[in-house]
């Protein structure tokens, strides 16, 4: 729970309030302007809540993010065993390191410029590579 009194949080905590708090505002505001005869104002005034709604959602997913985190941080201070099972799909594991290969440049005809070039010789380590990221492109 220290995690979520640090100052970056203490301003998303503030904003997050701040924006609730004026987009339910802007919502009254809309609901008031309805009233008075402006139809255009009742979308808006279901709009406004919709907005707030939002970044409750979104703060709500950054701390529960950011309390998981330090869950994990806590179960992974010892090494996993050498011979243990496979760790589950839907966790997050430690991502392991990509073989990469070298795949030989394809040759380049006359009616290739070098950019086609370049941009099929990618393609063809990409295919060698499936887990490697475009990051990993060596060239």
């Known amino acids: 729970m220290k995690r979520l009194w640090t100052p970056a949080w203490i301003a998303r905590h503030v904003a997050m309030v701040v924006l609730v708090v ?3 505002g802007l919502g009254w505001w ?3 302007r309805a009233a008075d005869g402006n139809a255009l104002s009742f979308g808006y005034a ?3 809540p919709v907005f707030a709604g939002f970044v409750v959602f979104v703060w709500w997913r950054e701390v529960r993010h950011t309390l998981r985190g330090t869950r994990e941080e806590r179960g992974a201070s010892a090494p996993p065993a050498a011979t243990g099972p496979e760790p ?3 966790t997050l594991a430690v991502r392991r390191p990509v073989r990469v290969s070298r ?3 394809a040759p380049v005809t006359g ?3 070098g950019d086609l070039a370049e941009y099929n010789r990618y393609l063809s380590w990409l295919n060698a590579n499936p887990g490697a990221r475009p ?3 060596p060239g």
């Open 103 to 105: 795949v030989p440049a």
């Open 88 to 90: 589950a799909a839907d």
């Open 135 to 137: 990051g990993d492109y």
């Open 46 to 48: 279901i709009e406004w």
């Open 111 to 113: 009616a290739e410029d």
């Open 30 to 32: 809309q609901v008031t």
């Open 22 to 24: 004026g987009f339910l």
